[in-house]
C-alpha cells in the first residue's frame, strides 16, 4: 500500500513537471482519469491505499521515516551523560589524605633468639656410658648429673691415693713427735759431753805444765775433746733438720703434698666420670645414650644457659645511621605474632656483611615471655625516631621519593597542582612533610599515570591509614 501511494506521488509530480502551464486543479482530476482507465484488477489497490490512516500507523510511518536520526539523538545524549562530567568536572579518583598524628621512624628486620653463649657438653676420658638421666628439651639447675660413665677402676685409685696421703701425713707426725725430741736430747747429751770433755783438757794441760802428766796423754786427752767437740756439731745439725724449717720436715711435707696431690688427680679423674651441668639452663641436644663408648672431643650434649636472651637480627647496611645503642625496640616470634614484648640495642658489630650488604646487631630481652624458646624467629621493629603531631603523606602519592625534590599532585579546588615537599622521617610508607602539605589536603596516587599538573579532577571518598604512632 505504501507503494502505491508513493508512485501516485510521483506520477503527480511528472504530471506538474510536464504541463506547469496548467491549473493546478487540473493535474488532479487527469490523474484520477488516468487511474480509472486502468484494468479493473488495480482498482482495490488504488482504493486501499486512499483508505483513511489511523493514529497509530502514522506514528509508525513517522517513526520508521526517522529512526536513524533518533537512534542517533539517543546515542549522543547517553555519550553526553557519560562523558560530559568526565570531560567538563575531570574523571573521579581516589585520592589520599593528609594526616596529622604521633608518627615513630623505625627499622623492621627479622632474626632468632639467642643466648649470649652455649654449653657444649662432652666428657674429659674415654669409658662406658652407665647412666644419662636427663632428655632433651629438660630444663636443669647447676650441677645436676647429666652423664655417668663406668668409675670401678678409678674410684679404686682414688681409694688408692687417699691412702698415700695418710701414710705421708703419719711420717711427718712421726718425725715432728718423736725423731725431734731425740735429736733434741742427743743434742743435749753431746753438749753436756763437750763441757765434760773440756774439762779433762783443762785439768791434763796443768797437769802438763807441772810435768806431772807426759805429753801423749795430754794430747790424747786433746783428741777426745775434739771428737765430743764435732759430735755437738753433727748432732746439732740433726736436731735443726727435726724443726719446722728444718729438711727432714720439708721433705717430709713435700711428701705429704704430693701424695695430696695424688688423690687429686685420682678424684679429678673420678668426677670426669658424672657429667653434672656448669649452669642452669635448657638442655637442647642430647646425643648420647647408656653403654656407648665415648671419648674425648666429641660434644654429646649442648646446653642453653639461663641467663639473658638476646635477639640477633641481620639490619640493611643502608640503615646503620639510624641506629644507636640503647634505642627501644618491639619484637614478637613468629609463632606467636599476636604477642608482642620489648627489647633494647645493645651491640652494633663493627664489620659488615658484605656478601649480604647487612650489619648483625644484637638487642636484649630485659623480660623474655614464657613462650620464647632457643633459636625462635622474631621479627623486630627498633624505634629510631619519632615526631609528635607529625603532618603525615603516603609515600603512594610522592613522586621522586628519593630524589632531592619530591612533590606530588595536591588538590586545589577543581584541579591538581603540583606541590614540592621537604621530606623528614620515613617508615611504614609514610613520610614526614615538613612543608608543602596541611593536615586535610588532598593528594593523587602515584598510580592515576593519567593525571597530570592543572588536570580536573572529582574527589572519591579519600584513602587513609593511620600510621605507627608512639605509645
Not at 148 to 163: F, G, K, P, V, Y
Not at 387 to 392: K, M, T
Amino acid at each position: 500500500m505504501t507503494t502505491h501511494d508513493t508512485s501516485g506521488k510521483e506520477s503527480a509530480s511528472h504530471y506538474n513537471n510536464d504541463s506547469q502551464a496548467l491549473p493546478t486543479a487540473e493535474p488532479s482530476e487527469g490523474l484520477a482519469t488516468s487511474f480509472q482507465g486502468k484494468p479493473e484488477e488495480k482498482q482495490p489497490t488504488h482504493e486501499h491505499a486512499s483508505s483513511p490512516e489511523t493514529p497509530l500507523s502514522k506514528i509508525w510511518h513517522v517513526a520508521k521515516r526517522y529512526s536513524g536520526i533518533g537512534l542517533f539523538i539517543v546515542a549522543f545524549l547517553i555519550a553526553a551523560t557519560w562523558a560530559g562530567p568526565r570531560l567538563i568536572f575531570g574523571p573521579q579518583v581516589a585520592l589520599e589524605m593528609v594526616i596529622q598524628r604521633d608518627f615513630v621512624q623505625s627499622v623492621v628486620a627479622s632474626g632468632r633468639v639467642e643466648t649470649p653463649h652455649r654449653v657444649n657438653i662432652g666428657v674429659q676420658i674415654t669409658g662406658t656410658v652407665l647412666n644419662v638421666p636427663v632428655s632433651e628439651g629438660q630444663s636443669v639447675t647447676a650441677d645436676t648429673v647429666l652423664i655417668e660413665l663406668e668409675s670401678s677402676e678409678l674410684r679404686a685409685a682414688a681409694s688408692q691415693a687417699l691412702r698415700n696421703v695418710q701414710l705421708a701425713s703419719a711420717q711427718l707426725r712421726q718425725l715432728i713427735e718423736v725423731e725431734r725430741p731425740l735429736a733434741e736430747h742427743a743434742f743435749e747429751e753431746a753438749q753436756a759431753n763437750e763441757v765434760a770433755a773440756l774439762n779433762v783438757l783443762t785439768r791434763h794441760q796443768d797437769l802438763f805444765n807441772q810435768d806431772m802428766i807426759s805429753q801423749s796423754l795430754l794430747d790424747e786427752v786433746k783428741r777426745a775433746e775434739q771428737v765430743t767437740r764435732s759430735k755437738v756439731s753433727g748432732i746439732r745439725q740433726q736436731m735443726k733438720s727435726t724443726q719446722n724449717n728444718g729438711s727432714k720436715v720439708e721433705i717430709a711435707d713435700v711428701g705429704l703434698k704430693q701424695a695430696e696431690a695424688g688423690l687429686l688427680v685420682a678424684q679429678a679423674r673420678l668426677a670426669y666420670t658424672t657429667l653434672k651441668a656448669p649452669v642452669s639452663g635448657v638442655l637442647i641436644t642430647r646425643n648420647v645414650e647408656p653403654g656407648d663408648v665415648v671419648q674425648p672431643g666429641i660434644i654429646l650434649m649442648q646446653l642453653s644457659p639461663a641467663a639473658e636472651t638476646q635477639l640477633v637480627v641481620q639490619i640493611e647496611e643502608k640503615n646503620l645511621h639510624l641506629l644507636q645503642l640503647g634505642q627501644s625496640a618491639l619484637a614478637s616470634a613468629d609463632a606467636y605474632s599476636l604477642q608482642h614484648f620489648s627489647a633494647q640495642l645493645v651491640y652494633i658489630n663493627p664489620g659488615i656483611d658484605a656478601g649480604r650488604g647487612s650489619i648483625e646487631v644484637k638487642l636484649w630481652v630485659k623480660e623474655p615471655p614464657v613462650y620464647l624458646r632457643q633459636d625462635m624467629t622474631v621479627s623486630v621493629d627498633i624505634e629510631v625516631a619519632s615526631r609528635r603531631n607529625a603532618v603525615l603523606v603516603p609515600a603512594t602519592a610522592i613522586h621522586d621519593l628519593n630524589s632531592g625534590t619530591p612533590w606530588v599532585l595536591k588538590l586545589d579546588g577543581l584541579q591538581v597542582r603540583r606541590q614540592n615537599l621537604a621530606l623528614g622521617l620515613r617508615s611504614n610508607g609514610w613520610s614526614e612533610v615538613l612543608s608543602g602539605l596541611s593536615n586535610g589536603d588532598l593528594v593523587v596516587p602515584i598510580s592515576e599515570d593519567s593525571i597530570t599538573d592543572g588536570s580536573r579532577v572529582r574527589s572519591l571518598t579519600a584513602v587513609s591509614a593511620i600510621p605507627v604512632v608512639v605509645k
